[in-house]
């Protein structure tokens, strides 16, 4: 397996007099849109150089800065408008960068003895960065290198071109069964509320987006039109340290399996002629001295038993 390689910076400068644009984020949205933009900067590098900005992002970023996510994507549109993030690379790529960022990035890293960095994503010329490698986004989908954003190490190795594209056709085959959690919720269950919403986007956070989708699938097979219960799947999935989708067939593969031999086994008991208890009268020794009203106690106990072996054998012979 790969070791991980560090891609996120520790801390970044923030210059004392801010740009025009910048200033005009805070002029437009006040004090908030500056928060937030510091925010996002912070979000970018501490991932590296860019920032997928999808829908699951900008619930979570939303939900710790603790700014409704309508008002932050409002704030974060105008920072492309006004070009803080590129325009071009957030239309083609869904991503946050700008050319200054990936300057400071590559400054930031050059004690670093290996930086990766996507083609496509560049808005600068690194031939003279000597610690700088650059794939395309192909390449990066199908690498088994792992981004982390600690100093857990530097380096990394990269598989065989042949199982890597097992591995990501595989990966595409089992994602392509669901569906963005999203919409399945919006398109199966109902409409969908902020407070679902971020709850949605947590667990995928956790788990991941097909899992997610996975646990509705089996809500609403199950008849029940509510997040609750496929979060309680969910949770359970968690509590088993499932990881993965494969992780989770196999659960619940087992878990039918299992299931269904109980119900053979509850099945075949079932059919089985029930035992009588036998009364104390035909397995205790009747003492000698008995009066003899407990004598005709005991008859009355023990020709009950007989009726009842003998309706019991009339059944089985009918």
């Known amino acids: 397996m790969a070791?991980?390689?560090?891609?996120?910076?520790?801390?970044?400068?923030l210059d004392v007099k801010m740009d025009d644009e910048t200033?005009?984020?805070?002029?437009?949205?006040?004090?908030?849109?500056?928060?937030?933009?510091?925010?996002?900067?912070?979000?970018?590098y501490s991932n590296g150089y860019f920032l997928n900005w999808n829908e699951k992002?900008?619930?979570?970023?939303?939900?710790?800065?603790?700014?409704?996510?309508?008002?932050?994507?409002d704030i974060i549109?105008?920072?492309?408008?006004?070009?803080?993030?590129?325009?071009?690379?957030?239309?083609?790529?869904?991503?946050?960068?700008?050319?200054?960022?990936?300057?400071?990035?590559?400054?930031?890293?050059?004690?670093?003895?290996?930086?990766?960095?996507?083609?496509?994503?560049?808005l600068i010329d690194v031939s003279d960065a000597k610690n700088v490698t650059t794939s395309r986004v192909s390449d990066v989908r199908n690498?088994?290198?792992?981004i982390v954003t600690d100093d857990e190490s530097t380096h990394s190795t990269v598989q065989d071109s042949t199982v890597q594209n097992s591995k990501e056709d595989?990966?595409?085959?089992?994602?392509?069964?669901?569906?963005?959690?999203?919409?399945?919720?919006?398109?199966?269950?109902g409409v969908l509320k902020p407070i679902v919403s971020q709850s949605i986007a947590e667990w995928c956070e956790d788990l991941s987006d097909e899992m997610v989708t996975a646990a509705m699938m089996i809500a609403v097979k199950n008849g029940v039109y509510k997040f609750s219960?496929?979060?309680?799947?969910?949770?359970?999935?968690?509590?088993n340290n499932l990881k993965t989708i494969?992780?989770?067939?196999?659960?619940?593969?087992?878990?039918?399996?299992?299931?269904?031999?109980?119900?053979?086994?509850?099945?075949a008991r079932w059919n089985q002629p029930q035992e009588v208890p036998v009364p104390k009268a035909l397995t205790e020794s009747q003492e000698i001295n008995s009066t003899p009203e407990e004598m005709s106690k005991a008859k009355a106990e023990a020709d009950k038993y007989k009726r009842i072996l003998a309706e019991k054998k009339k059944q089985r012979i009918g």
């Open 229 to 239: 219960y496929a979060e309680t799947i969910l949770k359970e999935w968690n509590n």
């Open 57 to 73: 992002q900008q619930i979570l970023f939303s939900k710790k800065v603790s700014v409704d996510t309508n008002e932050v994507t």
């Open 143 to 146: 690498s088994d290198t792992t």
């Open 170 to 189: 595989k990966e595409n085959s089992s994602s392509s069964e669901f569906e963005n959690p999203f919409e399945f919720f919006q398109q199966n269950i």
């Open 246 to 267: 494969d992780d989770v067939r196999a659960y619940e593969e087992e878990k039918k399996a299992n299931k269904d031999q109980k119900t053979r086994i509850n099945g």
């Open 77 to 122: 549109n105008d920072c492309v408008k006004w070009d803080i993030f590129n325009s071009d690379l957030y239309e083609r790529f869904g991503i946050l960068t700008s050319r200054r960022i990936q300057e400071h990035y590559v400054r930031s890293t050059y004690k670093r003895s290996k930086v990766e960095m996507i083609e496509e994503y560049l």
């Open 23 to 44: 200033e005009l984020i805070e002029a437009e949205h006040g004090h908030k849109g500056f928060v937030i933009l510091i925010k996002m900067f912070q979000k970018i």
């Open 3 to 13: 070791r991980p390689i560090k891609q996120g910076l520790e801390f970044f400068s």
